[in-house]
Nanobody, 118 residues
Framework: QVQLAESGGGLVQPGGSLRLSCAAS????????MGWYRQAPGKQRELVAR???????NYADSVKGRFTISRDNAKNTVYLQMNSLEPDDTGVYLC????????????WGQGTQVTVSS
């Protein structure tokens, strides 16, 4: 089992910044992809950004140029730097970790609330 612990959410004004962190613990061998999803009220859960163990990165179109995902493999931690935040970025941000090759297990964190409002 892999446990994921997110931190860094909060309330920020439009145009502000936040940095989310997600630390993996437990059976952390063979974790490849890590990423961030968000769940907004009344909307489907969507992928925000994903990073592979090799450093390949994907972003949702809505966050390109504003958000940056990074990863510290030594600390088993993934980060999401969010700049120029907009009200539509509001939601619960959930960290994910994919473990295994062939048969992959996906683990989810509990989520951290991000609210962008004036």
């Amino acid at each position: 089992q892999v446990q994921l612990a997110e931190s860094g959410g909060g309330l920020v004004q439009p145009g502000g910044s936040l940095r989310l962190s997600c630390a993996a613990s437990g059976n952390i061998f063979n974790i490849y992809n890590m990423g961030w999803y968000r769940q907004a009220p009344g909307k489907q859960r969507e992928l925000v950004a994903r990073i592979t163990s090799g450093g390949n990165i994907n972003y949702a179109d809505s966050v390109k140029g504003r958000f940056t995902i990074s990863r510290d493999n030594a600390k088993n931690t993934v980060y999401l730097q969010m700049n120029s935040l907009e009200p539509d970025d509001t939601g619960v941000y959930l960290c994910t970790a994919d473990q295994g090759v062939g048969i992959v297990s996906r683990y989810w964190g509990q989520g951290t609330q991000v609210t962008v409002s004036s």
